[in-house]
C-alpha cells in the first residue's frame, strides 16, 4: 500500500524557491511515474510535473525552467524543486504515484503561496 506524506510548502515571496517532498512510507512496488500536481482556488487540479520509472520527465509549460522534479533512488520520495516563484504559482500542491496498472495514490497537500 502506498501512503504519501507531503512536506516543505510555505509563504515565500515572489522569486524565491522551495522545495517540496513527498514521501512513501508504504511499498514502491510497481510505481511506474511520480508527480506533482497543483490546485488553485476556482481552478481545476493540473499537472505540474512528471518523473518516469526509467528517469524521463514533462513538466508543464508554465514551470519549464524553474521548477524541476526529482527523486531518490529507491524510488521512495519525490521532489520538487521551484525557483523564481511566482504569485500565480500559489496554489494547494500535491503528489501523485502511479503504479503500472494506472492507480493513483495521493498526498493530502501542501499549501504554497507566493505574495510579498
Known amino acids: 500500500q502506498v501512503q504519501l506524506v507531503e512536506s516543505g510548502g510555505g509563504l515565500v515571496q515572489p522569486g524565491g524557491s522551495l522545495r517540496l517532498s513527498c514521501a512513501n512510507s508504504?511499498?514502491?512496488?510497481?510505481?511506474?511515474?511520480m508527480a506533482w500536481y497543483r490546485q488553485a482556488p476556482g481552478k481545476q487540479r493540473e499537472l505540474v510535473a512528471r518523473?518516469?520509472?526509467?528517469?524521463?520527465?514533462n513538466y508543464a509549460d508554465s514551470v519549464k525552467g524553474r521548477f524541476t522534479i526529482s527523486r531518490d533512488n529507491a524510488q521512495n520520495t519525490v521532489y520538487l524543486q521551484m525557483n523564481s516563484l511566482k504569485p500565480e504559482d500559489t496554489a494547494v500542491y500535491y503528489c501523485?504515484?502511479?503504479?503500472?496498472?494506472?492507480?493513483?495514490?495521493w498526498g493530502q497537500g501542501t499549501q504554497v503561496t507566493v505574495s510579498s
Open positions: 518523473i518516469f520509472y526509467s528517469g524521463s520527465t
Open positions: 501523485n504515484f502511479r503504479n503500472q496498472f494506472r492507480n493513483d495514490y
Open positions: 508504504g511499498s514502491a512496488f510497481s510505481i511506474s511515474s
